[in-house]
Structures are given as structure tokens and as C-alpha cells.
């Protein structure tokens, strides 16, 4: 199917399906109270023209096509536990968190959960599904309070068949997002635990920028965490209390404070 062809059905069920789709997937949407003067939807569009551009798949956008994106997007409320996405649901379009975090997880029949991914502020999921119009793999909840940004596929396919640059930009994000999702494949199969939650640790610092002590903040429960590293609590426990023991973190509840850069990321290294 040629690209014109994919953007008018997409287009036609974004229309068609997009209330029925967030009516059904967290209870029409619960709107928290308004705490400003200003009306709903001028906050909304000041929100999603602040969110688009901020984005790592729309760099290198103009002003213009980010104006014609930011149209066609719709802000989403959801509350701590709300499900945004089902597994095995068709989305309306990717999604970008404006403040919260929201967990992606694969659950068994047993009930068993294992995190795939725990996604803040500034990042998006759903790429994959949106895209390609397929199911969702996982199921998407929120952990606190979120705001989200819908951007809908028929917005992206639009932009991918007018700039050949956006084109490149959008296979930079998936090939990254693949390398990535290839970084935890190794990290589950060939690293052991000690090596995965040092790792872990360094990837929230971020990049080295400077010296001394950094304090991080752990972006859920030392559950959701284990459950990231494809451990138990327990051993989540029990190697950070030996990471502190080593001197080289230290521990206040959810905040972690880095006091060895160097020695943690040859642990994660080994």
C-alpha cells in the first residue's frame, strides 16, 4: 500500500474511532479539577505546542510542520492506575508523557508482570503499534497523576510523505529504539544482577558531565524496579544495601545519591 493510500485510511479511523477509543480506555477520560483561569482546551493546545517540539523524533522540524502536527494531537488525562493502553488494542497514534510516569508491561496468565519500561516526561511509546497498525504488545498504565500528548499516525505518516528529513528523523528514532530494546536483550541474557542494577543506576545519572556525588531519584517502587531488572525484590534489596556497604551509593528512600561514578560503572562493565 502506497504511503498516500496508508495516510487516507489512517486518517479516516482516527476520526471515526478516536472517542470511541479513550471513552473506552480509561472511562471517557477523567479530567482532574481546573486549577486555572484559563479555559481547558487553551491550556491543552499551550501544552501540546509546548510538548511537540520538545521531542526527539520531530528535531529538525520547522515551525510550521510542528504547528501542523500540534493540530492534530489531543491531550490525555489519566489518573494513578488508569490503564492508557490495553494489550492487544489498536492506538490512535503514539504518545508523548507530559508529566508523569507510566508503566509498560507484559502480564502472563498467572497474572505475572514483567516492566518493560517505565516512561517520564520528554519520552514517548506506542511507536511501533502506531505505525504499523498493529495491535499493542503491552499494556500501558499509569503510575501517578499523567498528561499525555496523542499524536495520531495520520499526523506522522503526513510529514513523512512531504519532508524526506522527517523521514530520516522517524527511522533515527525507531533504529535507536531497536538498539536500545537490543541493550536489554544483552542485559537479560549476559549480565547478572549486580551488573543489570549498576548499569540501571548509570543509565539515570545520565552522561558523565561532572564530578563528585550525584543523587538520583528512582522513577517507581523498588518493585516495578526489580521487575525491570528481571529480579526478585528481595535481591533488588539486598545488592543495593552491598552497593552501600562498598561505598559507593548511598540510600534515602527512593533517592540514591552516587558517590563512585568510576567503580559502578566498572561493576556494570564486568
Known amino acids: 500500500m502506497q504511503i498516500k493510500q496508508m495516510v487516507w485510511v489512517i486518517r479516516k479511523l482516527t476520526h471515526v474511532n478516536r472517542r470511541l477509543w479513550t471513552d473506552a480506555t ?58 492508557i493502553a490495553r494489550h492487544d488494542a489498536r492506538l490512535p497514534g503514539l504518545f508523548a508523557v507530559a508529566y508523569g510516569t507510566v508503566k509498560l508491561a507484559l502480564r502472563g496468565s498467572d497474572n505475572d508482570e514483567r516492566v518493560l ?9 506506542g511507536e511501533a503499534a502506531a505505525l504499523l497498525g498493529r495491535p499493542c504488545r503491552y499494556e500501558a498504565r499509569a503510575l501517578v497523576e499523567c498528561k499525555l500528548v496523542v499524536i495520531p499516525s ?43 542494577l549498576a548499569h540501571y543506576l548509570g543509565s539515570l545519572a545520565g ?9 538520583v531519584r528512582l522513577p517507581a517502587t523498588k518493585t516495578l524496579i526489580a521487575s525491570r531488572l528481571d529480579m526478585k525484590k528481595e535481591t533488588l534489596s539486598r545488592l543495593l544495601r552491598s552497593l552501600a556497604n562498598r561505598g559507593l551509593i548511598a540510600m534515602a528512600q527512593r533517592e540514591i545519591t552516587i558517590l563512585d561514578r568510576e567503580r559502578l560503572a566498572e561493576i556494570a562493565a564486568y
Not at 519500561?117 to 511509546?125: A, D, H, I
Open 26 to 83: 480509561i472511562g471517557a477520560v477523567r479530567k482532574p479539577p481546573m486549577t486555572s483561569t484559563q479555559p481547558p482546551r487553551t491550556r491543552d493546545r499551550l501544552l501540546i505546542e509546548g510538548v511537540v517540539p520538545s521531542l526527539s523524533l520531530f528535531r529538525g522540524a520547522s515551525p510550521g510542520q510542528l504547528a501542523a502536527v500540534a493540530r492534530q494531537c489531543w491531550t490525555l488525562d489519566a489518573r494513578r492506575g488508569d490503564t
Open 154 to 196: 495520520v499526523a506522522i505518516f503526513g510529514l513523512i510523505d512531504r519532508d524526506s528529513r522527517f523521514a530520516r528523523q522517524v527511522v533515527h528514532t525507531l533504529a535507536e529504539h531497536s538498539f536500545d530494546l537490543l541493550g536489554e536483550v544483552e542485559s537479560a541474557c549476559m549480565r547478572g544482577s549486580a551488573q543489570r
Open 117 to 125: 519500561r517505565l516512561v517520564s516526561g520528554g519520552q514517548t511509546f
Open 207 to 215: 552522561p558523565a558531565a561532572k564530578s563528585g556525588a550525584l543523587v
